[in-house]
């Protein structure tokens, strides 16, 4: 009971929080919190066109998210994965503008398994070797390579190999055969839903029912005892970053191949930073990374309607994503500090009780 309470009762009690306060900031300015998270709510869920959008938005963020979690459930904290979905949209990109003459379907899984191992390779190969053999905290060095990931992206469609003709620094179009099918007509949903749904029952049981996922997590609760056992602790650090940027980079992948169809400037989203969040809020938990993604994609698509509908800035969005992120790192500070009473009350009462012990040692002799 415990267990559940800590996974989803202190992100609802942050969330809840946020909206809270999200609510007096709203009133404070002169607006109506009712018609702000009304028009909140139908901008996000009001019509199967704005659900299709809002499960559209949700694909990359939860994807990203499954990997940084998986990254946490090691001890690990991946901060780079925007580089690692640059990376992975690269080379979607770079498959999906060649090797044509491949049947569709085959063309498709080339182009998303080449996003997941170019995302894997550059999340998991220097931060990884890094971290197992000189001890460099992989905070920095994934930071350093997602910032390398981005600033590549960059270069390859304003002066590199795939920059398309014309004026506009951007990619050519990848082959209409690896395009992902839409589900719904006039909307961003594609059959990339079934891929996402499809990690996260991976993920899940990987992590549930494997010696893999066992393995994982003992790395992360204490590297030194699961050296001990016998875990290659080396081998599941740079397994962990891996499999955290390759899933980053098949987030990346989909969106080439379902939304964007060219890698340019307006490609990304911050989707990177976004998923930290995401997985923040549902304490690395496959399952609570779905609720949590479904959250924060309603909050985008959601604010771009209250501007329309209500006049307020969107930017409200941006507000209560803060405030979130500041009443789950509350929580974990709170924990810290309880933690460390306890830790002293325990030592106080073991000095107590030698004194104790002593004083009636001296009485009785």
């Not at 498709?108 to 070797?129: D, F, K, N, T």
């Not at 990931?149 to 398309?164: K, V």
């Not at 209250?306 to 992120?325: F, N, R």
Request: overall charge positive; hydrophobic content about 50%.
């Amino acid at each position: 009971m415990k267990s559940w309470f800590a996974a989803l009762g202190i992100p609802l009690i942050a969330s809840t929080l946020a909206i809270i306060i999200g609510a007096v900031i709203v009133g404070m300015i002169g607006y109506n919190p009712a018609t702000v998270y009304g028009s909140l709510f139908v901008g996000a869920f009001g019509n199967h066109v704005n659900i299709s959008n809002t499960l559209a938005e949700a694909i990359p963020l939860l994807l990203i998210a499954l990997g940084i979690s998986l990254a946490f459930k090691a001890g690990f904290f991946n901060i780079g994965a925007q580089g690692q979905y640059w990376i992975g949209a690269i080379a979607a990109t770079v498959l999906g503008t060649h090797l044509t003459s491949l049947p569709g379907w085959l063309h498709i899984l080339v182009c998303l398994a080449g996003a997941m191992i170019a995302g894997g390779l550059w999340g998991g190969i220097i931060p990884g070797l890094a971290k197992t053999f000189r001890g460099v905290n992989e905070v920095v060095t994934t930071m350093m390579m997602g910032y390398i990931g981005t600033l590549l992206a960059r270069f390859m469609i304003e002066d590199g190999p795939l920059r398309a003709e014309g004026t506009i620094p951007q990619s050519r179009v990848v082959d209409e055969s690896v395009m992902l099918h839409t589900l719904v007509p006039k909307t961003q949903l594609t059959s990339g839903l079934f891929i996402v749904i499809a990690a996260v029952v991976l993920v899940w049981i990987i992590m549930k029912y494997t010696s893999f996922g066992y393995q994982i997590r003992a790395v992360g609760l204490n590297n030194h005892a699961s050296r001990y056992a016998g875990i290659n602790v080396a081998l599941f650090t740079i397994l962990s970053l891996a499999l955290s940027g390759a899933f980053a980079g098949l987030a990346g992948g989909i969106q080439i191949l379902a939304i964007d169809h060219r890698l340019s400037y307006s490609f990304s989203l911050q989707y990177g930073f976004t998923a930290i969040v995401v997985a923040l809020l549902a304490g690395g938990n496959p399952l609570g990374c779905v609720a949590s993604a479904l959250f924060f994609s309603a909050l985008h698509t959601g604010s771009q309607y209250i501007q329309m509908d209500s006049g307020v800035p969107s930017s409200l969005a941006d507000v209560l994503t803060g405030m979130i992120i500041f009443f789950v790192a509350a929580e974990r500070i709170f924990n810290l500090v309880m933690d460390g009473v306890r830790r002293y009350r325990k030592r106080h009462s073991t000095f107590a009780s030698v004194v104790n012990g002593g004083d009636k040692v001296e009485r009785f002799t």
